[in-house]
């Protein structure tokens, strides 16, 4: 069984789209082998109410309670590595991880984006993907490095912007393709047919 730890800062519809998927696989020819056994955050504003409906562990690690970034890093990480992860996911987890915990975990240490990577890193991607005009954006699965959505991508998918969407319409429509990306690959990882170290290599 995969074990993850999945962060998030928001509103968390992506995780509750992969505890969905898990939880709908167990009665299907082909059960997810994944379990969240810890789900974390930086802020009391990221929806943990998702973990208290099924009874998995939550912790709060927020910045504002350590002298620097380092130091905070520093505490997310023991939070984390209690857990014994197979893999730590940030799904919607708007803050950027210290190097000691990206060299602690990655590259068993994933992130989703929604844009079509390398386009459009960053916090704002789907609004710089409304104001560049372009026709597509996308999103994307990938290993966390050092940089700023810089990581080794696992799977990604193009998405039409159109002529009518808002930010919100065009994320919306985003969140769907990143669900699917994201179950399919905790999937995978489940299964052994991705194996990040290589992807990573
Ligand atoms: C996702 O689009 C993620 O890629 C981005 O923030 C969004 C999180 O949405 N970083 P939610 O919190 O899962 O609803």
Do not use: C
Request: hydrophobic share 45%.
């Amino acid at each position: 069984m995969l074990k993850l730890v999945v962060l998030i800062s928001g509103t968390g519809s992506n995780l509750r789209a992969l505890l969905d998927a898990i939880d709908d696989s167990r009665n299907s020819e082909q059960p997810i082998a994944a379990e969240i056994v810890a789900i974390g955050a930086d802020t009391p504003k990221a929806n943990l109410a998702l973990a208290a409906e099924r009874s998995i562990p939550t912790f709060l690690v927020q910045p504002g309670d350590y002298p620097d970034r380092a130091a905070w890093g520093d505490a997310l990480l023991e939070e984390i590595q209690r857990w014994e992860p197979d893999v730590t996911i940030l799904s919607g987890f708007m803050r950027l991880v210290p190097p000691r915990v990206v060299d602690a975990l990655s590259p068993e240490l994933l992130n989703t984006h929604p844009a079509y990577l390398p386009e459009f890193p960053g916090a704002h991607a789907v609004r710089d993907a409304i104001e560049a005009q372009v026709s597509e954006t996308g999103a994307t699965i990938m290993i966390v490095d050092n940089g700023v959505d810089t990581g080794p991508i696992i799977a990604q998918q193009r998405i039409p912007i159109h002529p009518e969407d808002t930010q919100e319409s065009l994320h919306e429509r985003i969140k769907i393709v990143e669900r699917e990306l994201l179950t399919e690959t905790v999937r995978n990882l489940a299964l052994g047919t991705i194996n990040l170290k290589e992807i990573a290599a």
